[in-house]
């Protein structure tokens, strides 16, 4: 099975700073793109961005950027400009197996400080 | 537009009996959907996948006769936990994909069983 790691399991970051969270997953198949996705403490999943395995260019979307190396399999999530409403649990994921079920990274905790 | 919405957002319950939770996909149909459980400040642990009209997939170590999963029509997949004890209380959440986006993926707000 799939295995995806975030290696920081807590991060703090100062407002109005940029916060790289690093994403790496352990499969060789190169077909599934990958996706971030931030759960503030009520529990729903707040999609972030997503970039196919296929596409030229790293995805962006606003603040959030994805800096994604296929060759070391890894996705990286960058945050500009960090707000307090930044602060959550972010997990990156990836599609894997039969009905493409996400298979989720171990998250990290990001506190957003004045 | 694809909205999943799921009830309850909270259950406490006693030992012993058990609980449901239905996903609703409002605005599409939702084909297949996914169950996943997570335990406070760990990551979201698939449980099990779910297609209309046919039985579940569980993952591995789920007890399929403890967590029934029912997809009846397109619309509406729900989650049986039966015989509840407290090791069950964990936050459960549903997805489902959304087409025509190939891989769009669409979660419910989740709900958050305690059992006493």
């Known amino acids: 099975a799939q295995k995806i790691t975030q290696t920081q399991p807590g991060m703090f970051v100062q407002e109005k700073e940029a916060v790289t969270l690093d994403c790496t997953y352990d499969?060789?198949?190169?077909?599934?793109?990958l996706f971030w996705y931030k759960q503030p403490s009520s529990g729903e999943m707040i999609f972030l961005i997503y970039?196919?395995?296929?596409?030229?260019q790293n995805a962006t979307e606003g603040r959030y950027s994805l800096n994604f190396q296929k060759a070391r399999k890894s996705a990286n999530l960058v945050i500009s400009a960090s707000q307090l409403g930044d602060s959550a649990m972010y997990f990156c994921?990836?599609?894997?197996?039969?009905?493409?079920?996400?298979?989720f990274g171990t998250g990290t905790q990001l506190k957003v400080e004045l | 537009g694809a909205v999943v919405s799921q009830h309850p957002s909270w259950v406490i319950c006693k030992s012993g009996t058990s609980v449901k939770i239905e996903c609703r996909s409002l605005?599409?149909?939702?084909?297949?959907m996914f169950w996943y459980r997570q335990f406070p400040k760990q990551s979201l642990m698939l449980m099990a996948t779910?297609?209309?009209?046919?039985?579940?997939?569980?993952e591995q170590g789920v007890e399929k006769d403890k967590f029934l999963i029912n997809h009846a029509s397109l619309t509406l997949s729900t989650l049986t936990v039966t015989s509840a004890h407290p090791e069950d209380s964990s936050f459960y959440i549903c997805?489902?994909?959304?087409?025509?986006?190939?891989?769009?993926?669409?979660f419910g707000s989740g709900t958050r069983l305690t059992v006493v």
């Open positions: 997805s489902a994909r959304v087409p025509p986006v190939v891989y769009g993926y669409t």
């Open positions: 499969t060789s198949d190169q077909s599934y793109g």
């Open positions: 970039q196919g395995s296929y596409d030229e």
């Open positions: 994921a990836r599609p894997a197996g039969g009905g493409n079920k996400l298979t």
């Open positions: 605005d599409f149909q939702a084909t297949t």
């Open positions: 779910s297609n209309e009209g046919s039985k579940a997939t569980y």
